[in-house]
């Protein structure tokens, strides 16, 4: 389908959701950034936020007696680098697990800058028994878009690097396997531009009382249930070359229960704690996965269990400074086929264990300090030892 043609029928998509929003003139817009870093080889002179997000919602009444439904929009984009998973087959889409004779595409890095837009509509039925204000079940019907480029290093353009292009030869021609087909890849093919959507419904139980604060401790069940479906025939095919024709099928299951609270005179949080549990099953079928959809080391299902412990340090200066600790053991089974082989004949299993602690301290809603600090005891189908990990972030938010 031609890329005109597509992109007309996307915006008469996201239109067709904007309907109902029009029925209410009130609106707010919210953004915030995701992350501010120095960008790829020093884009923006390290002032260039890589990762930025922008929402638009609406709240109008829409189902007689009920709460108002939420209309949404949320644009993202990011540039940065990625690396080419080498681990496939990119003619069969064969594991390096099951062969280690396959035919590899290079482990090498490219630039890969991309955006999406993603456009819901939410409505509520019933009521919370622990939050008065809060729906009891609430249906959420969407559509999600995303665009992607694979291009060179931004390196390579630099006076006197004589690195050699990835997907190009000297003369500007592509360079093999970039010249044919990639089964397994199919995002790498052709001319690197990748425009994926899919449409989604999801479900949720809500009996899990409000916390208008992230200070405060959590108490309740929640239970979501998801489906997401991306056709080849909903605009997913360019050129002769499909990028998208699969299903996603999801449940997660969490609960949590306070163990204590201390309160200030003022009514702030002075320390509390509360115990979390959660369970995921999660499986991607179909012929063709995108790249942003591929389940964890290509396993088409998912079984995870956390189980953790959340202690809030005091409230200061202001209701929304504070630091907490969260103590994470994580469990996850794996298994199934291999997402984009051809055929579909490997059958894996591998288990995945570890043990995490994440301190992160909030200041004034709008700045976020994380340090995160790990041991996986059980890596899965990779043959290597177990290990300690790190990592930190400092983060910016911005509301209007």
């Known amino acids: 389908m031609p890329m005109q043609r597509r992109a007309v029928l996307t915006a008469i998509a996201i239109v067709l959701l904007l309907l109902p929003a029009a029925a209410?003139?009130?609106?707010?817009l919210s953004a915030y950034i995701s992350g501010v870093s120095q960008g790829v080889d020093g884009i923006g002179f390290g002032l260039f936020p890589i990762g930025t997000t922008f929402g638009f919602?609406?709240?109008?009444?829409?189902?007689?007696?009920e709460r108002d439904a939420e209309f949404q929009v949320e644009m993202s984009f990011a540039f940065n680098n990625r690396t080419i998973d080498s681990n496939y087959d990119y003619q069969t889409g064969l594991s390096i697990w099951f062969d280690r004779a396959i035919s590899r595409l290079p482990a090498a890095t490219y630039f890969n800058p991309r955006a999406s837009i993603d456009v819901y509509l939410d409505q509520g039925f019933g009521d919370n028994p622990l939050y008065a204000d809060g729906s009891l079940v609430n249906l959420r019907i969407g559509f999600n878009a995303r665009y992607s480029m694979a291009l060179e290093?931004?390196?390579?353009?630099?006076?006197?690097n004589?690195?050699?292009?990835?997907?190009?030869d000297s003369g500007g021609n592509p360079r093999p396997p970039f010249d044919g087909r990639l089964p397994a890849y199919p995002w790498l093919e052709g001319n690197r531009q990748v425009y994926?959507?899919?449409?989604?419904?999801?479900?949720y139980l809500n009996l899990d009382r409000d916390t208008p604060t992230d200070a405060e401790t959590e108490h309740g069940l929640s239970l979501d249930l998801s489906f997401d479906y991306g056709p080849r025939w909903l605009f997913n095919e360019s050129s002769s070359i499909v990028q998208s024709d699969f299903w996603r099928l999801e449940a997660y299951l969490e609960e949590k229960m306070e163990l204590f609270t201390v309160y200030q005179d003022n009514g702030w949080n002075w320390v509390n704690m509360y115990i979390g549990h959660s369970n995921t099953?999660?499986?991607t079928g179909g012929d063709v996965i995108p790249e942003n959809m591929l389940p964890d080391d290509r396993l088409r299902a998912m079984i995870a269990d956390?189980?953790?412990?959340?202690f809030t340090g005091p409230q200061f200066l202001a209701g929304d400074c504070f630091a907490f600790i969260e103590i994470n053991l994580y469990n996850t089974l794996m298994f199934g086929g291999v997402a984009n082989e051809i055929g579909s004949s490997s059958f894996a299993l591998e288990l995945q264990s570890s043990l995490s602690v994440r301190v992160q301290v909030r200041l004034f809603g709008f700045i976020r300090l994380e340090y995160q600090v790990g041991y996986d005891f059980i890596r899965g189908i990779w043959p290597e030892y177990p290990r300690w990990w790190q990592n930190a972030a400092l983060s910016f938010y911005v509301s209007v």
């Open 24 to 28: 209410d003139p009130s609106y707010s």
């Open 57 to 65: 919602e609406r709240l109008f009444p829409l189902v007689p007696g």
């Open 281 to 283: 099953f999660r499986y």
């Open 153 to 160: 290093r931004v390196d390579l353009s630099k006076a006197g």
């Open 162 to 168: 004589d690195d050699e292009p990835l997907f190009v």
């Open 196 to 203: 994926t959507d899919y449409l989604y419904l999801d479900a």
């Open 306 to 310: 956390r189980i953790w412990l959340h």
